[in-house]
């Protein structure tokens, strides 16, 4: 497995009101109601990358996203992955939306 890396030097500066994490080396924005990922979960993230890193078109489902840290993970090191996300808070969903088109993700990942 490749190591993930995204540029980010080209990203606009953090939005007010937000810090930045670095997962699974993509820089997510985190707003303040939102969870900061925890690193037991980049243990799930590498897992998840490589059951779907060999597969034909997978579909990942992503629930309860917040900030949408591992599908944003596993739609960065999986090309051919399509991501579902969905969370419960206009707060989580708007963070993921915003992480999503940050990083250019949005012809894959759609976030609910």
Do not use: W
Not at 61 to 80: F, K, R, Y
């Amino acid at each position: 497995m490749q190591p993930m890396t995204k540029d980010t030097d080209n990203m606009p500066a953090t939005r007010p009101g937000m810090s930045r994490h670095s997962f699974l080396g993509i820089e997510l924005e985190i707003a303040g109601g939102v969870l900061i990922p925890r690193e037991e979960t980049e243990l799930l993230g590498r897992t998840a990358i490589g059951i779907v890193a060999n597969s034909t078109s997978p579909l990942v489902i992503d629930m309860c996203c917040g900030s949408g840290n591992l599908g944003l993970a596993i739609a960065s090191a999986v090309p051919s992955a399509k991501v579902m996300s969905a969370d419960l808070t206009d707060e989580t969903v708007n963070a993921a939306r915003h992480n999503t088109q940050r990083l250019g993700l949005s012809d894959r990942v759609e976030v609910y």
